[in-house]
C-alpha cells in the first residue's frame, strides 16, 4: 500500500491503494468520481480519458502511483457550477451520443485536441485525431459535428475572457 | 494485475540501485506496452521502477550531424519538437502514424525500442538510420542491438539512456497500419546517409523482428528512386504469417511501402 497525493479537479486528495493499481481505478473505486468509464480495459477504446496535467490520456493505462504530484481533471471537473463546459453542451445540442458510455471520453480528448489545435480544426483532422476512442455505437457523425461546433465555441469562449 | 511494489526513480543510478535490490523488477518508462501485459498477467514483476520522471532522460539535443533524443522523452515531446522537425523530419512522420494521441503523450522512444516488438514502428528507424543506442553501460549499434521478437542486446538491468541519429541526406518510413492496433503490418524505413550509404529496414514482416533489407539496399544505391525497386523481388521465406496478411502478403508490403517512403523521402 501506498498513500497517493494528487489533485483531482482541484481539490487535494490523498489516497491509500495498492501500487498495483491503476489511476483509473483510484478515481472510480476511491474517490466515487465514476464519470470517468472503463471500456476495453486494453488501452484501446479511450472511454478512460482523463486530463493528467492538461494531456488526455488513458487511465487505465497509468499506475496510480505514477499519478502522484500530478493535477487530474475528469469529466466531473469541467464544468463550471451548473454551466456545461462548451464541449459538453455542444454534445448535448449535436446529440453526439447514443448510449452515451464512450461520450466522457470523447469529451476529454476532444477538448484536448481543440487546445492543440488552437481550434483550427476541419473534419478530417477531427476524425483523425479521435482514432483512440471507439464509440461501439458508431455514433462518429454527430461526435465529429460536436467537436468542431465546440471548437468554434472555446474560441470565443476564450477570446472573451 | 498480479501484486507488485512500484518505484520512482529521481535519477539512473537510483533506478539502476532500485533494480540490483529487487528479485524480479521490470522497468517502467511510459508503460503503454507494459501495463497492458500486466493487467494481462503475462508479466508479473515484483518491482516496478518508473523512469518517466527522470529529468536526465528527457530532452532533444541536436549538434552538428547528430540527433540525440534521451529515452524517456515522449512520442509527443518528439513530434513537437523543432529539432527533430528539422534533423529527421522523418521521424516525426514516423511518430504520428504510431499508436493514438493518447499513448504518444505517455509512450516513449526508450521504450518502444527495449521492448523490441517485432511490429513496432522506432526500431526500423533506428536500424535503417544507423542509430546508436546509449545506456548506463555503453553504446551499442543499432546493427547490434535488435536480437530478435521481444529481444535485445541489453543486459539484466541495463538502462537505456538515449538514442544517437546520424542526420541522413534523406530518410522517409511508410506503413501499412493494422486499423486495431495500429501497430505496423508492415513498415518500411528508408535512409540515404551524407556519405551516400543507403540502408532500408522492415518492421513487421519478419519472424525475427526488424531485418535490413539487402535487395532494395542494392536497387537503390544505384538508383535512388521508387522505380529502382520494380523489379527486386522479396522473398516470403521467414516472413510472418497471420490472419491479417500471409508471408506473400508482407512480402508484397516490403517493396511497396519501400517505394513509397523513397517517394516521401524525395
Known amino acids: 500500500m501506498s498513500t497517493v497525493k494528487l489533485t483531482v479537479n482541484g481539490k487535494a486528495v490523498a489516497v491509500d491503494v495498492e501500487d498495483r493499481t491503476l489511476l483509473v481505478h483510484l478515481l472510480r473505486d ?13 488501452s484501446q477504446c479511450g472511454a478512460c480519458v482523463v486530463h493528467v496535467d492538461g494531456k488526455a490520456v488513458k487511465s487505465c493505462t497509468m499506475l496510480a502511483g505514477e499519478a502522484a504530484g500530478t493535477s487530474v481533471t475528469t469529466i466531473e471537473g469541467i464544468a463550471k457550477g451548473d454551466e456545461l463546459h462548451p464541449m459538453q453542451a455542444a454534445f448535448r445540442d449535436n446529440h453526439g451520443l447514443q448510449c452515451g458510455y464512450c461520450t466522457p471520453g470523447m469529451i476529454m480528448s476532444a477538448i484536448d485536441i481543440v487546445h492543440r489545435y488552437g481550434g483550427q480544426l476541419d473534419e478530417p483532422t477531427v476524425r483523425q485525431e479521435l482514432e483512440g476512442n471507439i464509440c461501439r455505437c458508431t455514433g462518429y457523425h454527430n461526435i465529429v459535428k460536436a467537436v468542431l461546433d465546440a471548437a468554434g465555441r472555446m474560441k470565443v469562449s476564450q477570446a472573451a475572457e | 494485475m498480479y501484486q507488485t511494489t512500484y518505484h520512482r526513480a529521481s535519477s539512473v543510478d537510483e533506478a539502476a540501485s532500485l533494480f540490483g535490490k529487487s528479485s524480479e523488477a521490470k522497468f517502467l518508462a511510459g508503460g503503454q506496452t507494459l501495463l497492458p501485459v500486466m493487467k494481462q498477467r503475462l508479466a508479473s514483476p515484483s518491482d516496478v521502477i518508473d523512469l518517466g520522471k527522470i529529468r536526465e532522460l528527457q530532452g532533444v539535443e541536436l549538434s552538428g550531424d547528430t540527433l540525440t533524443i534521451k529515452a524517456a522523452t515522449t512520442y509527443h515531446d518528439i513530434m513537437q519538437n523543432a529539432d527533430v522537425k528539422k534533423a529527421i523530419p522523418a521521424i516525426v512522420h514516423l511518430t504520428s502514424v504510431l499508436g493514438d494521441p493518447a499513448v504518444r503523450y505517455r509512450g516513449t522512444i526508450g521504450g518502444s525500442i527495449a521492448n523490441n516488438d517485432p511490429a513496432a514502428d522506432y526500431p526500423a528507424a533506428l536500424l535503417a538510420l544507423g542509430a546508436t543506442v546509449k545506456t548506463n553501460k555503453r553504446s551499442i549499434a543499432a546493427d547490434d542491438f535488435f536480437k530478435g521478437l521481444f529481444t535485445t ?6 538502462i537505456i539512456t538515449a538514442i544517437s541519429f546520424p542526420v541522413p541526406a534523406k530518410a522517409g518510413y511508410e506503413k501499412m ?3 486495431a492496433s495500429r501497430f505496423a503490418l508492415t513498415g518500411v524505413f528508408v535512409a540515404q546517409t551524407k556519405a551516400g550509404e543507403v540502408r532500408v529496414a522492415a518492421t513487421g514482416a519478419s519472424q525475427s523482428g526488424v531485418m535490413r533489407v539487402g535487395a532494395i539496399e542494392a536497387a537503390l544505391k544505384s538508383n535512388w528512386s521508387p522505380s529502382a525497386i520494380d523489379n527486386v523481388s522479396i522473398s516470403a521465406n521467414g516472413l510472418l504469417a497471420d490472419i491479417h496478411g500471409t508471408a506473400e502478403y508482407r512480402a508484397n508490403l516490403v517493396k511497396v511501402l519501400a517505394q513509397r517512403a523513397v517517394a516521401a523521402a524525395g
Open chain 1, 30 to 42: 476511491h474517490l466515487n468520481l465514476t464519470g470517468t468509464h472503463v471500456g476495453c480495459d486494453t
Open chain 2, 177 to 179: 497500419r493494422h486499423p
Open chain 2, 153 to 158: 542486446a541489453l543486459e539484466d538491468g541495463e
